[in-house]
């Protein structure tokens, strides 16, 4: 009887192990994590798009940082650019009437305008 109470102690010991083994697998721990960043991360991974897990959260922020997914900054910085070539159109077109010479006039004194050149 003994022996198959030992039996069964090394089989349960032995599932154990196993089932630490599959866990560990994808298991993740740090150490000397800044209290705020900590608190940061665990705000982000139970928020409502995550549903507090954290191996999701820690995925989404690792594909951000490595830019497949971007940035709000990024998006902001491709709408400046477009605006700034819109601005540069816009400052060509101005200087080109600009450059565009009217016609001189002179205006005399009853008010009248006459063009140079004729009389």
Known sequence: MIEQG??????EEFIGKDIRKRIMQYSLSFSRVPKKTKERFLEIANDD??????GMALKFLVDFYDGIIVSGNEQMLDT?????QEIVIIKNELHKKKDEK???TRKMLGGKEIEDGKD
């Open 6 to 11: 030992e039996k069964m102690e090394e089989k």
């Open 49 to 54: 798009d995550f549903c507090s897990d954290r």
């Open 80 to 84: 400046i650019d477009e605006l700034r």
């Open 102 to 104: 009217k016609p001189s």
